[in-house]
């Protein structure tokens, strides 16, 4: 039984090692959330936004260009918002330094959405969803973990609700961290 164990631990360890990234291994594959405010311009209205994103970059290392799922859930004023977009953009270095690196890049969505007041017995408006907007990323931890701020990203909605409008447009402020693998 012992020695069963014992062998157990070593293809596990070997499994795990031959499995775990090291600091030179590619990382191609991202997550994240972001939260902020998500200003009415026309229409939708002001609320809170939480943001998520599994994506991927092309070149496998955190810059370059990348595509990505990016669900947001936006309330308040007893509405709701749900969008479910791809993003596309590329993010680049302005500064590499051994444990840090600072970036920029543009950024945008394409997507579809749904909206509905709180409380109401009826379906959710569909919209269909485009953003764009400027990231301003810091990597630290070995480009493992990013913070990040969208401090330009405009959001358009088109639909055909009779009850809030056929556009709407808001100003979203966001920051967030990701996290790559």
Do not use: C, K
């Not at 014992?6 to 991202?30: D, R």
């Not at 859930?73 to 590329?90: E, N, Y």
């Not at 907007?133 to 810091?138: A, N, P, S, T, W």
């Amino acid at each position: 039984m012992q020695r069963l164990i014992a062998t157990s631990a070593v293809i596990a360890a070997v499994i795990a090692a031959a499995l775990a990234p090291s600091a030179a291994s590619a990382q191609g594959a991202y997550v994240g959330v972001g939260v902020g405010p998500a200003v009415r311009i026309d229409d939708w209205p002001t609320q809170i936004r939480v943001e998520q994103e599994i994506g991927f970059f092309v070149n496998r290392s955190p810059r370059g260009f990348y595509i990505a799922f990016a669900p947001s859930q936006s309330w308040g004023d007893d509405f709701w918002i749900l969008v479910f977009p791809v993003r596309l953009g590329g993010i680049f270095d302005l500064f590499r330094g051994r444990d840090v690196a600072f970036q920029i890049g543009g950024t945008g969505t394409l997507g579809f959405g749904l909206s509905n007041a709180f409380n109401v017995r009826r379906d959710p408006d569909p919209w269909f969803h485009l953003s764009f907007g400027l990231i301003l990323r810091v990597l630290f931890a070995n480009e493992r973990v990013g913070v990040y701020l969208r401090p330009v990203d405009f959001e358009f909605a088109i639909g055909d609700s009779p009850w809030y409008g056929r556009e709407a447009i808001r100003y979203v402020l966001a920051g967030g961290f990701q996290f790559f693998f």
